[in-house]
């Protein structure tokens, strides 16, 4: 597509449900990062791929978030046992070659509330 | 993780007015980035500088790397109303990108 796409857009999940976030990055990138951006904050790296495989995970949080990109295309995240401090916009974005000097393009997010 | 600190925190200009905002850290990065953010969106690359020292425009947008390498600044001329919204640096370090706190811009008809 034209763009990243994050779906859903909008999620209010249970505290200890399982979540899944998806994302589809622009057709050939080969980067794909995930960030976590709370509110009045700037985004918050978690993970990056570069193809199918997580070349730097180091932002994760802890072992309830998990991350795969199992084709090097569109990327699922995943979040176990959900808390309410797991609330925030999931920022996806891709780029042509990992630490491009073009920058990401973000999606428009996918805002998790957990109740 | 890095830490990045932008200022002002906000800002309320009358349109028209120029408009600076900038970005400090206590780590040098190779590249830095200036972002906007509209409300429900992702953040859209405004400008990208990759050499201390770098002076670089886009239109009303002019943006500086420090040649410490550990500070940014944008300026943006001539305020209108779509300028509204929140602004963040990044730098990069390898394949990261740490973004600082943001400045939120309101510009006031």
């Known amino acids: 597509g034209a763009g990243v796409s994050q779906t859903p857009s909008n999620k209010v999940t249970e505290k200890g449900k399982y979540v899944e976030l998806r994302c589809d990055p622009i057709?050939?990138?080969?980067?794909l990062y995930w960030y976590r951006q709370s509110l009045g904050q700037g985004p918050e790296f978690l993970i990056y791929f570069q193809g199918t495989g997580a070349a730097d995970d180091s932002g994760l949080p802890n072992d309830r978030f998990f991350a795969v990109r199992p084709e090097g295309s569109v990327s699922t995240l995943k979040i176990q046992r959900t808390e309410r401090g797991d609330s925030a916009v999931y920022l996806c974005?891709?780029?042509?070659?990992?630490?491009?000097?073009?920058?990401?393009?973000f999606g428009s997010g996918t805002r998790l509330t957990v109740v | 993780g890095q830490q990045l600190n932008q200022s002002p925190q906000s800002m309320f200009i009358q349109e028209g007015e120029d408009v600076s905002m900038n970005c400090t850290s206590s780590?040098?990065?190779?590249?830095w980035l200036w972002y906007k953010q509209d409300p429900g969106e992702g953040p859209v690359l405004l400008i990208a500088l990759y050499k201390a020292g770098e002076l670089t425009s886009n239109g009303r947008l002019t943006a500086q790397f420090g040649i410490t390498r550990k500070d940014s600044f944008l300026n943006i001329s001539a305020s209108i109303p779509s300028d509204v919204g929140i602004y963040f640096c990044?730098?990069?370090?390898?394949?990261?990108?740490?973004f600082g706190t943001g400045t939120s811009l309101t510009v006031i008809p």
């Open positions: 974005a891709s780029s042509l070659t990992g630490g491009s000097p073009y920058g990401y393009t």
């Open positions: 057709s050939g990138h080969t980067a």
């Open positions: 780590s040098i990065f190779n590249t």
């Open positions: 990044a730098g990069q370090v390898r394949s990261q990108f740490y």
